[in-house]
């Protein structure tokens, strides 16, 4: 199976930053999508941004020019790192690994983003 580790999430003040992992147990570049979500309390998980196994990425409208995804191939690990917070970025953020198939998702991070 797929075991995705979310870790970096934590409290900071608006527009601060901060980058999370997701440590993945098998190549990043065996799946399909790799990508992060958030879910903030009361509303719908939703995208936050995707990278395919050939380097193209996608961005929510609401984080582009601020976010940025990134990999590492040696340590099997993608990254969200996360400028100009602002507190409607609060949220879980989750990691998912996204095969023809199934989507693997981590245990979530907690990112709270104080006014």
């Known amino acids: 199976q797929v075991q995705l580790v979310e870790s970096g999430g934590g409290l900071v003040q608006t527009g601060g930053s901060l980058r999370l992992s997701c440590a993945a147990s098998?190549?990043?570049?065996?799946?399909?999508?790799m990508g992060w979500y958030r879910q903030a309390p009361g509303k719908q998980r939703e995208l936050v941004t995707t990278i395919t196994s050939g380097g193209m990425t996608k961005y929510a409208d609401s984080v582009k020019g601020r976010f940025t995804i990134s990999r590492d191939k040696a340590k099997n690990t993608v990254y969200l790192q996360m400028s100009s917070l602002k507190p409607e970025d609060t949220a879980v953020y989750y990691c998912?690994?996204?095969?023809?198939?199934?989507?693997?998702w981590g245990q979530g991070t907690q990112v709270t983003v104080s006014s």
């Open positions: 098998i190549s990043i570049f065996s799946v399909n999508t």
């Open positions: 998912q690994a996204q095969t023809q198939f199934y989507a693997y």
